[in-house]
């Protein structure tokens, strides 16, 4: 089996396998005020909310091209590989793994597996990276695909945003849950349920909102198996992140922690300034 591992560019990728040679990424496109970017090729996080602060339409997101896709599993096919892994954002989020699974039979003699990963960014990143580990140590498809299973299926992730219009206008969170948020003045926590972001809990501020997800983290560190890892997530909110990284650290000393960013897509409809804590299964 020469195995490749496809991800697409909501993927926060570990700098060490951003080169990897048996790792690619399909960029998703973003458009602004009438003009397509790739995310990852013609434009970067730190960019993207800049010209987002000065638009003047909201922003969309597309599926890549299915001409794009097919082409890139051909060229895999040219360059020897049988067989592809396919990771990509939640199923909750964008219905882009769906067409995979519609079109995984359209390449002859070679074996395409779309896998939903049920949520995005740096958790997304950690099972790309953890599949092409155990590629490059010799392992069968069965255990990458077990190993990957296990990630997910303890993996969870809290979300702190700013202001839910931007989840509501691109139809990722229900018109009640933000109807309540305005009402209230309440600073939800959100999380993903069966891959799709949904409601947690209402709180009243910020800080109480952060502390909350803070003790919800530690009660999923008690129940999954270690080694775990934990990430803090920001849209265009650095400092915020390095400071709730602090916090998680004295709390959990223990813990691996890593500091991401949500990149145009994510950010697009989290919103800038959105925070995220996320645990994982090593």
Do not use: C, W
Request: overall charge negative.
């Amino acid at each position: 089996m020469k195995l490749a591992i496809v991800t697409d560019s909501t993927a926060f990728l570990p700098e060490r396998i951003q080169n990897h040679p048996d790792l690619f990424v399909i960029p998703i496109p973003i458009i602004l005020d009438g003009k397509i970017y790739n995310e990852g090729i013609d434009i970067k996080a730190d960019e993207y909310y800049g010209l987002l602060k000065n638009s003047k339409d909201f922003p969309t997101t597309s599926q890549p091209a299915v001409g794009e896709v097919l082409s890139l599993y051909e060229n895999l096919k040219s360059k020897g590989y049988d067989t592809v892994l396919s990771i990509h954002l939640s199923s909750g989020i964008s219905g882009f793994v769906n067409t995979l699974f519609a079109m995984k039979d359209d390449i002859e003699d070679m074996a395409i597996y779309p896998y939903d990963s049920k949520i995005t960014s740096m958790p997304m990143g950690h099972m790309v990276e953890a599949a092409l580990d155990l590629n490059d140590a010799g392992r069968s498809l069965e255990e990458i695909l077990a190993h990957v299973d296990r990630i997910r299926d303890n993996t969870y992730a809290y979300l702190i945003v700013d202001d839910l219009n931007n989840l509501v206008r691109g139809g990722r969170l229900t018109n009640g849950a933000a109807l309540i948020g305005g009402l209230l003045k309440i600073k939800p926590i959100l999380t993903f349920s069966d891959g799709k972001i949904v409601l947690f809990e209402k709180i009243r501020s910020s800080k109480k909102a952060f502390a909350r997800a803070e003790m919800i983290i530690g009660k999923r560190n008690d129940e999954i198996r270690p080694p775990v890892k934990l990430y803090v997530i920001h849209a265009n909110n650095l400092e915020v992140a390095k400071e709730e990284k602090a916090k998680l650290q004295k709390q959990y000393p223990e813990a691996d922690i890593e500091i991401g960013h949500f990149g145009p897509v994510i950010g697009s409809h989290l919103g800038e300034k959105a925070i995220g804590i996320a645990i994982s299964a090593q």
